[in-house]
């Protein structure tokens, strides 16, 4: 018997003439949890495809559990033990977690007859595998992401699975989270399964893996032990770059506060939060989901107006009770989620960047767009913020993460602002863009933008800003220097319960 | 607790309650609404609309809509009327099901060719086809309204029992084909709830990539749901026209938007994945008895009009909240763990 669950040999695989893997390699041991990294593009979805039987390889052989193959079908790589979980986890939002949990088992037996009575229990059987407390009646479409996710698991259980993929499986999940969902790896590993986590976040990859893979435009950079690994290294593994982290200096801080909040509060969100925005300064916000950053954020972009407490803007107390207000003081926000809050995604790109800017844009009397010149402003962003695209008549969503955040941006960069507010602004980005996007502040920093970051991704914060504000329970609980803290003492005071 | 706890959240519950309440307004201004002879009446105009729900609930569930199913009752009903009057026909009535069946399954049949194979949108397909089997009935078969064959008629006529009442000196007849209602109601319960063909349709309305990850064959459940729309729809053309004693070939068309609000009041979800039976019933009826028991109440029936669509409004505006409102929970109770 090999020790290995998984080989996959000289794997090629192209798209009409697009190579999407060029001669990939992954070998995974009974029991071992791998992680496969790469950016977006680099072939990893291609790659799972492949091992489970979607794609059929050009060249190249899969190898599982001793067997050789050449192609394979979906079928047969179950029946080998290969069970992949979606990013979408492949659930049905308006059944009960019950038949979540069985209708796959009852269809891979051919039953054309439900009872309910056995739906049970093998909803029952699922569940106990890793210890999971749900109500079964429960429609799924009323769980936590989390529990969404602990369902795909099960269900991936019941069918004797013996390696088991998760393709980005913390992107949606709390840090929490995240930790209950490493605890149920590890069990699973525990039982000898093995885990091919599919993640490009560094701290995960460090945290659960014992060997990693990764892969850039569908080759193998590196594969190894994760303890062999680092920060640098890894970064430079998936982007071929080399990057420089060093910390953000702010350059002219002078005079007044552009922004200054005094004794903000609202009710359950936050209270008696007071700070002041310098220009040229990067300020964070760090804490805990339900924290009041989001809140906070929300309230000085208008959309969730304050209810008591003052905010001034370059001295002048303001009122902001729409977004109206708050662009007419030049603050500007860029949302954590911005599929649904910052963009529209079917429409071009073009489109999605001039359309802040439209009054400017078009004829005065009538209100006609001036197209030459809205090609001129498109074409300079695309510039100017190298957004990877040729043809900006696209629509957004074809782009990846980075790039879509970079369309965001550039929407408010041409308006006239004084304060950019910006929500987790690299979450499920890749991390070149990351650095673009952190490289693009720092010198609108520089040229004297007030932008403030609200994050939980502390490392970002830590390299990023000149002062970071931690939030708990809804206030301002401690200002610190980047420069004289780590990140675990910052995790300490964002997480401390005391 | 619990269970009174999810009985408060169902939409089915609210309609019921809607109902009563109605009923007992009726009640109280004419003593009128709880009579034999007004339950009678009421049942027996619930028969049509309610066995077309059955159909086009099975659409929404499924993720789409369909909005040609009283066309193709009104060409399967005219159709087989025509052939059956041409030969003189004098057997039995069920020879006239199987041919409004048949017919509504060759019309059902192009609509889930349309929409399984090529992927067309569901609303542009059926209001397409619809307009094709109206113009076929008014110019191929030139449609006029037609008497029906003795069979039909004799079966139309049958009742079940006939309930009285003294003070109007009225008599109202329970339609036999009610029993064909109730039995299309069990065979439709039947499929959506205890076959995987029917868990597929609600698995496929739900997330259709999911559906066919697990393994459904999304392509069938499609065809299956078109298919049976159009069987459905051959028979309640049919048992529109014995109900009726004749043949009229265009005054179905119209109703399709009544039921497919009746269906949406009563729980289903437009977006699909989710509904149920007794909640599309208690629609069809509480619809039913705003257009036929406001009358009691002394008001006149251009008000039924405003008042059918004030409670569309309502009850679809109702569930639609009550969707937000759990979702904000979530958002709390996530933000809290």
Same mark, same amino acid.
């Given at each position: 018997?090999?020790?290995?669950?998984?080989?996959? +040999?000289?794997?090629?695989?192209?798209?009409?003439?697009?190579?999407?893997?060029?001669?990939?390699?992954?070998?995974?041991?009974?029991?071992?949890?791998? *992680?496969?990294?790469?950016?977006?593009? *680099?072939?990893?979805?291609?790659?799972?495809?492949?091992?489970?039987?979607?794609?059929?390889?050009?060249?190249?052989?899969?190898?599982?559990?001793?067997?050789? @193959?050449?192609?394979?079908?979906?079928?047969?790589?179950?029946?080998?033990?290969?069970?992949?979980? @979606?990013?979408?986890?492949?659930?049905? =939002?308006s059944l009960t977690?019950?038949?979540?949990?069985?209708?796959?088992?009852?269809?891979?037996?051919?039953?054309?007859?439900?009872?309910y009575?056995?739906?049970?229990?093998?909803?029952?059987?699922?569940?106990?595998?890793?210890?999971?407390?749900?109500d079964?009646d429960e429609l799924?479409e009323n769980?936590?992401?989390?529990?969404?996710?602990?369902?795909?698991? *099960?269900?991936?259980?019941?069918?004797?699975?013996?390696?088991?993929?998760?393709?980005?499986?913390?992107?949606?999940?709390?840090?929490?989270?995240?930790?209950?969902?490493?605890?149920?790896?590890?069990?699973?590993?525990?039982?000898?399964?093995?885990?091919?986590?599919?993640?490009?976040?560094?701290? +995960?990859?460090?945290?659960?893996?014992?060997?990693?893979?990764?892969?850039?435009?569908?080759?193998?950079?590196?594969?190894?032990?994760?303890?062999?690994?680092?920060?640098?290294?890894?970064?430079?593994?998936?982007?071929?770059?080399?990057?420089?982290?060093?910390?953000?200096?702010?350059?002219? #801080?002078?005079?007044? =506060?552009?922004?200054?909040?005094?004794?903000?509060?609202?009710?359950?969100?936050?209270?008696?939060?007071?700070?002041?925005?310098?220009?040229?300064?990067?300020?964070?916000?760090?804490?805990?989901?339900?924290?009041?950053?989001?809140?906070?954020?929300?309230?000085?972009?208008?959309? @969730?107006?304050?209810?008591?407490?003052?905010?001034?803007?370059?001295?002048? =107390?303001?009122?902001?009770?729409?977004?109206?207000?708050?662009?007419?003081?030049?603050?500007?926000?860029?949302?954590?989620?911005?599929?649904?809050?910052?963009?529209?995604? =079917?429409?071009?790109?073009?489109?999605?960047?001039?359309?802040?800017?439209?009054?400017?844009?078009?004829?005065?009397?009538?209100?006609?767009?001036?197209?030459?010149?809205?090609?001129?402003?498109?074409?300079?962003?695309?510039?100017?913020?190298?957004?990877?695209?040729?043809?900006?008549?696209?629509?957004?969503?074809?782009?990846?993460?980075?790039?879509?955040?970079?369309?965001?941006?550039?929407?408010?960069?041409?308006?006239?602002?004084?304060?950019?507010?910006?929500?987790?602004?690299?979450?499920?980005?890749? #991390?070149?863009?990351? @650095?673009? #996007?952190?490289?693009?502040?720092?010198?609108?920093?520089?040229?004297?933008?007030?932008?403030?970051?609200?994050?939980?991704?502390?490392?970002?914060?830590?390299?990023? *800003?000149?002062?970071?504000?931690?939030?708990?329970?809804?206030?301002?609980?401690?200002? #610190?220097?980047?420069?004289?803290?780590?990140?675990?003492?910052?995790?300490?005071?964002?997480?401390?319960?005391? | 607790m619990l269970k009174a706890k999810k009985l408060f959240k169902r939409t089915e519950f609210y309609i019921l309650l809607t109902i009563i309440v109605l009923g007992i307004l009726i009640q109280a201004r004419s003593g009128q609404f709880f009579t034999g002879n007004n339950l009678v009446d009421l049942t027996r105009s619930m028969v049509v609309p309610a066995m077309f729900a059955i159909g086009a609930q099975m659409v929404i569930i499924?993720?789409?809509i369909d909005?040609?199913f009283t066309?193709?009752?009104?060409?399967?009903?005219?159709?087989?009327?025509?052939?059956?009057?041409?030969?003189?026909?004098?057997?039995?009535?069920?020879?006239?099901?199987?041919?409004?069946?048949?017919?509504?399954?060759?019309?059902?049949?192009?609509?889930?060719?349309?929409?399984?194979?090529?992927?067309?949108?569901?609303?542009?397909?059926?209001?397409?086809?619809?307009?094709?089997?109206?113009?076929?009935?008014?110019?191929?078969?030139?449609?006029?309204?037609?008497?029906?064959?003795?069979?039909?008629?004799?079966?139309?006529?049958a009742k079940l029992f006939s309930a009285y009442n003294d003070q109007l000196k009225l008599s109202s007849d329970m339609p036999v084909t009610v029993l064909l209602l109730i039995a299309l109601l069990i065979i439709a319960f039947f499929i959506m709830r205890y076959?995987?063909?029917g868990?597929?349709i609600y698995?496929?309305g739900?997330?259709?990539?999911?559906?066919?990850?697990?393994?459904?064959?999304?392509?069938?459940?499609?065809?299956?749901?078109?298919?049976?729309?159009?069987?459905v729809?051959?028979i309640t053309?049919?048992t529109r026209?014995?109900m009726m004693?004749?043949?009229?070939?265009?005054n179905l068309?119209g109703m399709e938007l009544t039921v497919i609000a009746a269906v949406v009041l009563g729980g289903t979800r437009v977006t699909g994945g989710s509904g149920t039976l007794t909640g599309a019933m208690l629609g069809v009826a509480l619809m039913t008895v705003m257009s036929n028991s406001l009358i009691l109440l002394g008001i006149p029936t251009y008000w039924q009009k405003v008042f059918t669509g004030a409670i569309i409004l309502i009850g679809t505006g109702v569930s639609a909240y009550q969707v937000i409102r759990s979702k904000r929970r979530?958002?709390?109770?996530?933000?809290?763990?």
């Amino acid at each position: 018997m090999s020790d290995y669950i998984l080989r996959v +040999e000289n794997v090629k695989k192209s798209f009409g003439g697009v190579k999407a893997l060029k001669g990939v390699n992954l070998e995974i041991k009974k029991g071992e949890i791998h *992680c496969l990294a790469g950016e977006n593009g *680099c072939g990893k979805s291609t790659l799972i495809k492949v091992i489970s039987g979607f794609y059929t390889a050009d060249e190249g052989t899969i190898e599982l559990n001793g067997k050789k @193959y050449a192609r394979i079908t979906p079928a047969e790589a179950i029946r080998q033990g290969v069970q992949v979980i @979606y990013q979408d986890f492949s659930i049905f =939002p308006s059944l009960t977690v019950m038949e979540n949990l069985a209708l796959n088992m009852e269809l891979m037996n051919k039953r054309k007859i439900v009872s309910y009575k056995r739906f049970r229990r093998i909803a029952e059987e699922a569940v106990s595998k890793i210890g999971f407390k749900v109500d079964l009646d429960e429609l799924v479409e009323n769980l936590t992401v989390a529990d969404k996710q602990l369902i795909a698991i *099960c269900r991936a259980l019941l069918s004797n699975a013996k390696l088991i993929i998760m393709d980005e499986p913390t992107t949606a999940l709390t840090k929490k989270e995240v930790k209950a969902l490493f605890s149920v790896i590890k069990g699973l590993q525990a039982q000898g399964i093995a885990i091919l986590f599919v993640s490009h976040k560094l701290d +995960e990859v460090f945290e659960i893996s014992e060997r990693f893979t990764i892969l850039r435009n569908g080759e193998n950079v590196a594969t190894g032990n994760t303890g062999e690994l680092d920060r640098a290294k890894f970064a430079f593994y998936m982007t071929g770059r080399e990057f420089n982290e060093e910390p953000f200096e702010p350059k002219n #801080i002078a005079g007044e =506060p552009v922004l200054e909040v005094r004794s903000l509060s609202l009710k359950n969100g936050y209270r008696d939060v007071s700070f002041k925005l310098y220009r040229g300064e990067i300020l964070g916000i760090t804490g805990l989901l339900g924290s009041g950053r989001t809140e906070l954020a929300l309230s000085l972009f208008g959309i @969730y107006p304050a209810e008591s407490g003052e905010i001034r803007i370059n001295g002048k =107390p303001v009122r902001i009770k729409s977004v109206k207000d708050a662009m007419k003081n030049g603050i500007g926000y860029v949302p954590s989620d911005r599929l649904t809050e910052g963009l529209f995604l =079917p429409q071009s790109i073009s489109r999605n960047i001039v359309v802040s800017k439209l009054d400017r844009l078009s004829t005065k009397k009538m209100g006609f767009l001036k197209n030459k010149e809205i090609a001129a402003e498109v074409e300079k962003w695309i510039q100017d913020l190298s957004i990877a695209t040729n043809d900006a008549a696209r629509p957004v969503q074809t782009l990846s993460g980075g790039n879509q955040q970079k369309v965001v941006l550039s929407r408010w960069l041409a308006t006239e602002l004084s304060v950019l507010i910006l929500n987790g602004p690299t979450v499920g980005v890749d #991390i070149g863009s990351k @650095y673009d #996007i952190h490289a693009i502040l720092r010198s609108l920093a520089a040229k004297g933008l007030a932008i403030l970051i609200i994050s939980d991704d502390l490392p970002e914060v830590l390299f990023n *800003c000149n002062r970071v504000l931690i939030m708990r329970n809804g206030s301002i609980v401690n200002e #610190i220097n980047p420069r004289e803290t780590t990140e675990k003492q910052l995790a300490e005071m964002a997480t401390d319960v005391s | 607790m619990l269970k009174a706890k999810k009985l408060f959240k169902r939409t089915e519950f609210y309609i019921l309650l809607t109902i009563i309440v109605l009923g007992i307004l009726i009640q109280a201004r004419s003593g009128q609404f709880f009579t034999g002879n007004n339950l009678v009446d009421l049942t027996r105009s619930m028969v049509v609309p309610a066995m077309f729900a059955i159909g086009a609930q099975m659409v929404i569930i499924s993720g789409g809509i369909d909005v040609s199913f009283t066309a193709i009752a009104s060409l399967a009903m005219y159709a087989t009327t025509r052939i059956l009057l041409d030969i003189n026909y004098q057997g039995s009535v069920l020879l006239a099901y199987a041919m409004g069946a048949f017919f509504g399954l060759l019309m059902g049949v192009l609509n889930a060719i349309l929409i399984a194979r090529f992927k067309f949108p569901t609303l542009i397909v059926t209001l397409g086809t619809s307009s094709i089997f109206i113009g076929i009935m008014q110019g191929v078969l030139g449609a006029h309204e037609l008497p029906i064959a003795d069979p039909m008629t004799a079966y139309g006529k049958a009742k079940l029992f006939s309930a009285y009442n003294d003070q109007l000196k009225l008599s109202s007849d329970m339609p036999v084909t009610v029993l064909l209602l109730i039995a299309l109601l069990i065979i439709a319960f039947f499929i959506m709830r205890y076959t995987m063909l029917g868990r597929g349709i609600y698995a496929v309305g739900g997330d259709e990539v999911s559906a066919q990850r697990a393994g459904f064959n999304v392509f069938a459940i499609h065809v299956f749901v078109y298919c049976f729309v159009g069987v459905v729809a051959g028979i309640t053309g049919i048992t529109r026209a014995c109900m009726m004693l004749n043949c009229h070939p265009t005054n179905l068309i119209g109703m399709e938007l009544t039921v497919i609000a009746a269906v949406v009041l009563g729980g289903t979800r437009v977006t699909g994945g989710s509904g149920t039976l007794t909640g599309a019933m208690l629609g069809v009826a509480l619809m039913t008895v705003m257009s036929n028991s406001l009358i009691l109440l002394g008001i006149p029936t251009y008000w039924q009009k405003v008042f059918t669509g004030a409670i569309i409004l309502i009850g679809t505006g109702v569930s639609a909240y009550q969707v937000i409102r759990s979702k904000r929970r979530l958002v709390t109770t996530q933000k809290g763990a």
